[in-house]
């Protein structure tokens, strides 16, 4: 579930608003987004994927909101850190690439 945009690493470019499936957020007249109906997240990753500066955190629990501390969060290298493991963003390795993924074919789990 989405939990938290950073203010101070947002820069209003309203893509999460944009890609969110289930309309999360609010745009506002400050330029940095709202998570308006939290509730109504379906833990998709989108958003967090889509923001380019790391400004977001999606628990994966998608059961139930989280109380978390974005100094917190960003020391673990979660702000973004799913994107960063997927390897979306200017110098990352794409998940393809990783080596678990050549483990699991390997191991036969994909064919
Ligand atoms: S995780 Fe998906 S459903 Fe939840 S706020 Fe982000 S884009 Fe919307
Ligand atoms: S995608 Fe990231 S930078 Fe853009 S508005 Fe949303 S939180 Fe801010």
Redesign the pocket.
Known sequence: ??EIISESKCISCNL?VS???????DRTSGGIPV?AR?S???????????CPVDA?Y?SPDAESAQVVDENELEQAGLLGGYREKVGWGPGRTPVAKHPYMYELTTKGAIS
Do not use: D, H
Request: aromatic fraction near 12%; charge should be negative.
């Open positions: 579930m989405i999460c890609v969110c499936p289930t309309n999360v957020f998570i939290q109504e997240c379906q833990t998709c990753f989108m958003c967090e994927l889509y977001m999606v």
